[in-house]
């Protein structure tokens, strides 16, 4: 298997690319590789909405549908936005491979 690569930009526009086996979450992808402004105190169990993302407009079908849990948990997320995700509710295979998202300047 082909590790996926994704790409973080930051609030300030620097963009940092990392390669996670696929299966793994986006946010573990990014936790893994210490992008800044990912902070996951769930540890992924759909709970904090500090994993908080916006995924690029073109990358959002291909990142599936938002459960309920998800919905309700972004309430929490600050600056929420129409392209806002929990990074550890996105699995990463191939059809991600170079996917966008972008850190939020602040997940709290
Ligand atoms: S890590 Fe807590 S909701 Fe994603």
Redesign the pocket.
Known sequence: MAPVKVFFDDADGVRREVEADEGTTL?AAAVASGIPGI??????????????VYVKEEWLAATGEIHAL?ED?LEFAVDVRPNSR????IRLFAQLDGLLVTTPSTQA
């Open positions: 946010m902070v996951a105190e769930c540890g992924g169990a759909g709970a904090c909405a500090t994993c908080h998800e948990m929990l990074s550890c509710q």
